[in-house]
């Protein structure tokens, strides 16, 4: 399977951007599904999850409340809609797929496939 991330771009402090990751080769349906990020001089971070054991969503405390998560079958995308962007969620956004256990599904390192990345940059 391979992802492309899109719907990156420059947006005012306060604005929404809706990211998109889709796949070719595969679907979603089998996948537990994350967003990371990667900001100017910092390392990767996690930002959501879809997981595919229980269907919930999970986010970084960072985002909660902010960032939604979501699937759309049809398309086979999915999506991270992002509302009352700041600065500081700066950064390139990957999308990812694997298979992580629940308490690993913030490490990178139970996903085995990869978006090349979308940069987002939130002016103040």
């Known amino acids: 399977v391979q992802l492309q991330a899109s719907g990156g771009g420059l947006v005012q402090a306060g604005g929404s951007l809706r990211l998109s990751c889709a796949a070719s080769?595969?679907?979603?349906?089998?996948?537990?599904v994350g967003w990371f990020r990667q900001g100017p001089g910092k390392e990767r971070e996690f930002v959501a999850a879809s997981a595919v054991q229980n269907m919930r969503t999970y986010y970084d405390d960072s985002v909660k409340g902010r960032f939604t998560i979501s699937r759309d079958k049809a398309k086979n995308t999915v999506n991270l809609q992002m509302n009352s962007l700041k600065p500081e969620d700066t950064a390139v956004y990957y999308c990812?797929?694997?298979?992580?256990?629940?308490?690993?599904?913030?490490?990178?390192?139970?996903?085995?496939?990869w978006g090349q990345g979308t940069l987002v940059t939130v002016s103040s």
């Open positions: 080769g595969g679907t979603f349906s089998s996948y537990s």
């Open positions: 990812a797929l694997g298979r992580p256990i629940i308490s690993e599904i913030s490490r990178p390192l139970g996903y085995y496939a």
